[in-house]
Antibody, heavy 124, light 109 residues
Framework: QVILREYVPALVKPTQTLTLTCRFS??????????VGWLRQPPGKALEWLAL???????YYNTSLKTRLAISKDTSENQVVLTMTNMVAGDTGTYYC????????????????WGQGALVTVSS | IVLTQSPDTLSLSPGERATLSCRAS???????LTWYQQKPGQAPRLLIY???TRATGIPDRFSGSGSGTDFTLTIGRLEPEDFAVYYC???????????FGQGTRVEIK
């Protein structure tokens, strides 16, 4: 059974750096094709992909946020960490980590397992 | 690639058929078009991937179709638990990016 869970501070101040931790079980990021991504959703708004790290430690970022994001993994601990710098009020929302994988088939790029999400509020 | 979903809100009664549209600003590979369902306070749930393949445990009243820039999610007969927000998502491989539509809310009429 694949399980992911986000660990984030509920409140951060403007200009601070946010550190989000995703701990997962049921799969390994050392397995070929496996990836973990971070996504977010402002209150009442659509989903937005932020970043993703793959089994080979390749990292991909949303180009509009790239300068503020850094993703890393600890395969032995089954966790992925995302940092987001210079937080502003517009970064308030629910942050999700989710799994995707590429098995060489004709389809892919979908997130099949998601964490429950964690709300982050940016306020002074 | 920008994904535009229509309508923003669909008001229907249980038992009716729902047709949701997702239009892309550029052609999307059929293998990389996905639909999710999201209920209030919950994470998105994978419904359909590869345009038309139902995820594990998804009932067959959900179906997906389309190609190129136009994709459709159809719910054959709405059950009470189907009233939710639905998102389409595409994956672009060069470089890897994931883009979502703005969502369609299916509400009880």
């Amino acid at each position: 059974q694949v399980i992911l869970r986000e660990y984030v501070p509920a409140l951060v101040k403007p200009t601070q750096t946010l550190t989000l931790t995703c701990r997962f079980s049921g799969f390994s990021l050392s397995t070929g094709g496996m990836c973990v991504g971070w996504l977010r959703q402002p209150p009442g708004k659509a989903l937005e992909w932020l970043a993703l790290i793959d089994w080979e430690d390749e990292k991909y970022y949303n180009t509009s946020l790239k300068t503020r994001l850094a993703i890393s993994k600890d395969t032995s601990e089954n966790q992925v960490v995302l940092t987001m710098t210079n937080m502003v009020a517009g970064d308030t929302g629910t942050y999700y980590c989710a799994r995707t994988y590429f098995d060489g088939g004709a389809d892919g790029g979908y997130f099949d397992s998601w964490g429950q999400g964690a709300l982050v509020t940016v306020s002074s | 690639i920008v994904l535009t979903q229509s309508p923003d809100t669909l008001s229907l009664s249980p038992g009716e058929r729902a047709t949701l549209s997702c239009r892309a600003s550029q052609s999307v590979s059929r293998g990389y078009l996905t639909w999710y369902q999201q209920k209030p306070g919950q994470a998105p749930r994978l419904l359909i991937y590869g345009t038309s393949t139902r995820a594990t445990g998804i009932p067959d009243r959900f179906s997906g179709s389309g190609s190129g820039t136009d994709f459709t999610l159809t719910i054959g007969r709405l059950e009470p638990e189907d009233f939710a927000v639905y998102y389409c998502q595409q994956y672009g491989s060069s470089p890897p990016t994931w883009t979502f539509g703005q969502g369609t809310r299916v509400e009880i009429k």
